[in-house]
């Protein structure tokens, strides 16, 4: 049974979240959806992380099984023709051995948050960036990001409903860059807790705001207490950006 790896961009606004649930549909079923069209049975398209309802990709990554191999272009291409109008797309198709797998042999996700900061509201970036109105500094993030670098106790960044077995995780990057009115904080790891990306980005707006110090968030850090983190950015400026395998 051949395996194919799908690289997939996907707008996440008109979703509950990757992963199939009862709520709503998901990036998750469309892509489902899309294959019984196209080879007119039942797969599971297995990805590699499960992004919340809101949560854009240029580079989620997933596998599937195939009961008979079929050319990559031709997967990719019927695959796009059956998931329309959806904003989902797999951008390439590759054949893997059947010891790969999505998510588990993943060692590296790299996340990207887009914040707009400006008085003006938001036109074309409408459910694709944060709107933040007081000006940002983001000198003062990135110093204070620098912080949250390295192997820690996430509980602070980490939701009430996340489902990790540790909140210890290793994160090996966190800047913070402007561009212009563009604000963006990138991050790169392993693996994530579930709300840790925006559990930053929410905590860092207060450093850049002058509402909280470094100091401050080094103490939220080492609280390890839910409380003690800043406000949740919102699920529109967070984009899966690439997912790494060796």
């Not at 997933?62 to 990719?76: G, Q």
């Not at 329309?84 to 051995?97: D, S």
């Not at 509201?121 to 990001?145: C, I, S, Y």
């Not at 106790?153 to 913070?176: E, G, H, I, N, W």
Request: aromatic share 8%; charged share 25%.
């Amino acid at each position: 049974m051949p395996r194919y790896k799908l690289t997939i961009e996907y707008d996440g606004a008109p979703f509950v979240g990757w992963q199939s649930q009862a709520n709503g549909c998901a990036v998750q079923d469309v892509l489902e959806a899309g294959f019984k069209g196209f080879c007119g049975a039942d797969v599971r398209v297995h990805g590699a992380g499960r992004t919340d309802a809101g949560v854009h990709a240029l580079g989620q990554v997933a596998h599937v099984d195939l009961a008979e191999p079929v050319r990559t272009d031709t997967l990719r291409d019927a695959v796009n023709a059956h998931m329309r109008p959806h904003p989902v797309a797999i951008v390439e198709a590759e054949e893997v051995g059947e010891d790969f797998e999505a998510r588990f042999s993943a060692t590296r996700r790299h996340y990207l948050y887009r914040i707009v900061n400006r008085r003006a509201p938001l036109t074309l970036d409408r459910g694709q960036a944060w709107l933040v109105h007081k000006p940002l500094d983001a000198d003062a993030m990135h110093a204070a990001a620098q912080i949250l670098i390295g192997k820690h106790d996430f509980t602070t960044f980490r939701s009430m409903q996340c489902q990790a077995k540790s909140p210890l995780k290793t994160l090996d990057a966190l800047s913070v860059s402007r561009y212009g009115e563009d604000v963006e904080i990138s991050a790169r790891a392993r693996s994530f807790l579930h709300n840790q990306v925006r559990s930053m980005v929410g905590s860092l707006k207060l450093v850049g705001e002058g509402k909280w110090t470094a100091r401050d968030l080094e103490r939220a850090l080492k609280a390890r207490d839910r409380a003690a983190c800043g406000p949740v950015a919102p699920p529109d400026g967070l984009y899966l950006m690439q997912v790494d395998y060796d």
